[in-house]
Nanobody, 124 residues
Framework: QVQLVESGGRLVQAGGSLRLSCAAS????????MAWFRQGLGTEREFVAG????????FYANSVNDRFIISRDSAKNVLYLRMNSLKPEDTAVYYC?????????????????WGQGIQVTVSS
């Protein structure tokens, strides 16, 4: 079983950048495909970005494509989400998630482990 803890969330102005981290303990992150999800106030949790076990392939929601970059550092056992050109609509609680069985990236039900979430607020 893996434990996930997000960090790096804060208030940032529109157009700014931010990097979220998700530190894993208990198991190595390379055992899992990983993803970031987010949930805004009054909205459903939505897929943001995903990365395969090897890190060789990445996947993004259309709303963040070309602005966000997901990556993983196996040596540090950390997952990252680099967010550029932030918009007020990116305001949400961001969660990292791990899955052992491959499936549709955007289906949150397919993920086995979740972090507690971290707030990102983008002001206009």
């Amino acid at each position: 079983q893996v434990q996930l803890v997000e960090s790096g969330g804060r208030l940032v102005q529109a157009g700014g950048s931010l990097r979220l981290s998700c530190a894993a303990s208990g198991r190595t992150l390379s055992d899992y495909a990983m993803a970031w999800f987010r949930q805004g106030l009054g909205t459903e949790r939505e897929f943001v970005a995903g990365i395969t076990r090897s890190g060789g392939s990445t996947f993004y929601a259309n709303s963040v494509n070309d602005r966000f970059i997901i990556s993983r550092d196996s040596a540090k056992n950390v997952l990252y989400l680099r967010m550029n050109s932030l918009k007020p609509e990116d305001t949400a609680v961001y969660y990292c998630a791990a899955r052992t069985i491959l499936g549709d990236w955007w289906q949150s039900a397919g993920y086995d482990y979740w972090g507690q979430g971290i707030q990102v607020t983008v002001s206009s």
